[in-house]
C-alpha cells in the first residue's frame, strides 16, 4: 500500500527506502523474521512502481529477503543445529 507522503517528498524517499533495507536486516539478524518480512513487504508495496534506480535496487533487496526467508533449510544445517541442541 503506497502511501501519500512517499509520493509527496521525493528527496525523502531513497534515505526511507535504505532505512527500511537496513531496518529490515537487524531484525532479521536479531531472528525477528516476522517483523522483516513484514518491512519488506512495505518496502515493495511502497516503490514497487517507482523508475528511481536507487529505489528499485531498494525494491530488489527486499524481494531477495523475503525469497531467502521463504526457502527451506539445506539438510546439513539441520542436522547441525540438531546436534548442537542435544550437546
Not at 20 to 37: M, P, S
Not at 43 to 71: M, T
Amino acid at each position: 500500500m503506497a502511501q501519500d507522503g512517499d509520493r509527496a517528498a521525493p528527496p525523502l524517499r531513497e534515505p526511507l527506502a535504505m532505512a527500511l533495507v537496513n531496518k529490515g536486516v537487524r531484525l532479521g539478524a536479531l531472528e525477528r523474521f516476522e517483523g522483516a518480512l513484514g518491512v519488506y513487504d512495505d518496502i515493495v508495496a511502497r516503490y514497487d512502481d517507482v523508475p528511481e534506480p536507487a529505489l528499485r535496487e531498494a525494491v530488489a533487496r527486499a524481494s531477495r529477503r523475503v525469497k531467502r526467508y521463504h526457502q527451506p533449510m539445506p539438510r546439513h544445517y539441520i542436522n547441525v543445529l540438531v546436534h548442537i541442541s542435544r550437546a
